[in-house]
């Protein structure tokens, strides 16, 4: 079984493929998908900006909009960051449980996954106020 430190390496070393992304209307350019989720915003509140669709092949890919601060929306394609294979599907399935256990501590799915991510990306702090000390729900 794959430690959660090796499936977050993997995870956050697939995220950073396909950046630096720049915004065609101003040119505001995103060095990170953290900084692209963090410096833009999201289309409608209340909604994660993620569409689940196809590629050219029929391989599912997923998109992720958001608004640059000019006010153009951007788009993400996903589809490189998707492994199939077992390992990467056993690392879905990973993220999806330990997502799971989040919402089941009272967090909702949101907040669960935007500190998941965070954790992917570096921040361990965001996660770790969801867990509070040692490791059970935050207070």
Do not use: W
């Not at 959660?4 to 697939?14: K, S, T």
């Not at 060095?31 to 590629?55: M, N, Y």
């Not at 919402?103 to 992917?120: C, I, P, R, T």
């Amino acid at each position: 079984m794959d430690s959660e430190d090796d499936i977050y390496a993997g995870l956050q070393a697939l995220a950073e493929t396909t950046f630096p992304k720049r915004c065609r209307t101003c040119g505001r350019e995103y060095a990170s998908l953290q900084a692209f989720i963090a410096q833009t915003e999201v289309i409608r509140p209340r909604q994660s900006g993620l569409k689940e669709s196809e590629d050219d092949d029929g391989r599912p890919i997923v998109e992720l909009f958001r608004n640059c601060v000019c006010g153009s929306t951007l788009m993400e394609n996903l589809n490189n960051r998707r492994d199939l294979s077992e390992a990467g599907l056993q690392r879905r399935r990973r993220f999806d449980d330990m997502l799971v256990r989040l919402m089941m501590n009272g967090h909702e799915h949101d907040v669960a996954h935007a500190a998941l991510m965070s954790y992917l990306h570096g921040d361990q702090g965001v996660l770790a106020a969801l867990l509070g000390p040692r490791g059970g729900p935050g207070g």
